[in-house]
C-alpha cells in the first residue's frame, strides 16, 4: 500500500510518480536501443550471414518519405495513455509491458541475423531530410519485432481497458485508428520494418501485457 502510494505521488496535481516511471521506460528502452544498433551494425556487416525474411509483397510497398513524420510520433503517442486518469495498477501494468516489451525485443535484436540494406534515393525535399534523419538514428538492424507494433497495440489495449473504467465510448478507438494504425504503418511505408516483422510486434505485445499482469496479480485492486 505504502509503495502504491509512492507510485503515484501527486503533488498539486501533477503526478509526479507516473512521470518519474515513464521517464524511467523511456530511458531504458533508448539505452536498451541503441546498444543493441550498435552491437549489431558490427555483428552483421555480411549480407551473406543474414536470414531474408521479406515477402514479395514487401517489394510492393513504396517508399513513401512523408511518413517519416508520422514514425517520429511513436514515442509521444506511447505518453497519451498515461495522461489519462486510470487505476494506478493498469498504469503499471501498461509500464511494465512497455519495459518487458523493450527488454525481451532487444534480446531477440542480439540474436537474429536480421538487417535491412537501405536502397539508395534522390530526393532535397523536407520530407526526404526526414528520412534522412530517421536512417540515422535507425539503422535497419533492430527490425522483429517491431517495438513500433507492439508498443502501439499496448497503447489501444490500456486505451481500450480506459474507455471501460472511464465509460467513454469513441475516444479510445479513435485515437487507435486516427493515430496508432498509422504509426504502425509508417514502419512500412518508410521501409524501416519488414511485413514479418508487424505481426512478430503484435504477439510480443500480447505476450508482455499477461506476463505483466501476472507480475502485478497481488497488487491491490484499488491501486
Not at 65 to 82: D, N, Q
Not at 135 to 146: F, H
Amino acid at each position: 500500500m505504502q509503495l502504491a502510494l509512492l507510485l503515484d505521488y501527486n503533488y498539486r496535481g501533477i503526478r509526479l510518480g507516473r512521470i518519474a516511471i515513464g521517464s524511467g521506460v523511456a530511458i531504458v528502452q533508448i539505452l536498451l536501443y541503441q546498444v543493441t544498433m550498435i552491437f549489431n551494425m558490427q555483428r552483421l556487416s555480411d549480407p551473406q550471414q543474414l536470414w531474408n525474411i521479406s515477402s514479395p509483397l514487401d517489394a510492393m510497398i513504396p517508399l513513401v518519405p512523408e511518413s517519416a513524420w508520422i514514425y517520429f510520433l511513436y514515442i509521444p503517442s506511447l505518453i497519451i495513455p498515461a495522461l489519462l486518469d486510470i487505476p494506478m495498477q493498469r498504469f503499471l501494468r501498461y509500464a511494465l509491458s512497455l519495459a518487458l516489451a523493450a527488454s525481451l525485443s532487444s534480446i531477440l535484436f542480439a540474436l537474429l541475423p536480421l538487417r535491412l540494406f537501405f536502397e539508395p534515393y534522390q530526393c532535397l525535399e523536407l520530407s526526404c531530410i526526414a528520412l534522412d534523419v530517421l536512417r540515422s538514428a535507425d539503422a535497419g538492424v533492430n527490425i522483429l519485432p517491431s517495438l513500433h507494433a507492439s508498443q502501439c497495440l499496448l497503447a489501444c489495449i490500456i486505451l481500450f481497458h480506459t474507455r471501460a473504467h472511464l465509460a467513454i465510448k469513441s475516444v479510445p478507438w479513435l485515437l487507435a485508428l486516427t493515430l496508432y494504425l498509422p504509426i504502425v504503418l509508417s514502419t512500412l511505408l518508410t521501409k524501416q520494418h519488414l511485413i514479418i516483422d508487424l505481426p512478430a510486434g503484435f504477439l510480443m505485445a500480447i505476450f508482455c501485457w499477461f506476463l505483466a499482469g501476472k507480475m502485478l496479480e497481488r497488487l491491490p485492486n484499488e491501486y
